[in-house]
């Protein structure tokens, strides 16, 4: 069971660049999440998807897109990649329990780490 | 808007030694996660708990709710412990989407 599955693990851009993050989960999960990762910061939401079909925008959206292909699939594009996107990225999915929507339990992947240079 | 702060930012300890990380919250939430992070690593799922005491092996975690504040301790400290020890939440009603993580509490075990 690989769980989360992140790729690429590292990729190095010049700005101005376009790449996507792939991120993948079979575990059946409805909800999935891309974090950011900064020193000295706590983990901070760039979009989530709460089911196939939705998505939505976090904390820090900008100069990002995502796209839910599947129930399985969550990718993170980044359309012109600058200098303030150097992080590491993580993606997520866990299983909302409604109908109460309290908080399910995340299973992260191994990270992305990107810099633009 | 919650905020969360852990404390300490960073702990040395011998192994064998008992550990206590805490977390302490601003609003009322419906649940608190407590993450582990190696160096270099992924990031995994210790506990998530909206009352009470968790145990799994030697981690333990409490929530005292009208504190706000929850505490993660390891008994028997091992240097595989060594980690960077991450609490999040979301505020009453919300689920993971509304998450605020602390900046973590990186604990080290020396041999």
């Known amino acids: 069971n690989a769980g989360v599955t992140q790729t690429p693990k590292f990729q190095v851009l010049k700005t101005g660049q376009s790449m996507t993050l792939q991120c993948a989960q079979d575990m059946n999960h409805n909800s999935m999440y891309w974090y950011r990762q900064d020193p000295g910061m706590g983990l901070r939401l760039i979009y989530y998807?709460?089911?196939?079909?939705?998505?939505d925008k976090g904390e820090v959206p900008n100069g990002y897109n995502v796209s839910r292909l599947n129930k399985r699939e969550f990718s993170l594009r980044l359309e012109s990649a600058a200098p303030s996107q150097t992080s590491v990225y993580f993606c997520a999915s866990s299983v909302p329990r409604l109908p109460t929507r309290v908080t399910g339990e995340l299973f992260f992947g191994e990270g992305s780490r990107l810099t633009v240079l | 808007k919650n905020e969360v702060e852990q404390s300490p930012q960073n702990l040395t300890a011998q192994e064998g030694e008992f550990i206590t990380i805490n977390c302490s919250y601003s609003v009322g939430i419906s649940a608190l996660h407590w993450l582990q992070q190696h160096p270099g690593g992924g990031i995994v799922s210790l506990f998530m708990l909206s009352s009470g005491k968790k145990k799994h092996g030697r981690l333990i975690a409490t929530i005292n709710i009208q504190e706000k504040h929850s505490s993660l301790h390891i008994t028997a400290s091992h240097p595989r412990d060594s980690a960077v020890y991450i609490c999040a939440t979301p505020p009453h009603n919300f689920g993971n989407e509304k998450l605020t993580f602390g900046t973590g509490t990186r604990l080290t075990i020396i041999p």
């Open positions: 998807s709460a089911s196939e079909g939705t998505t």
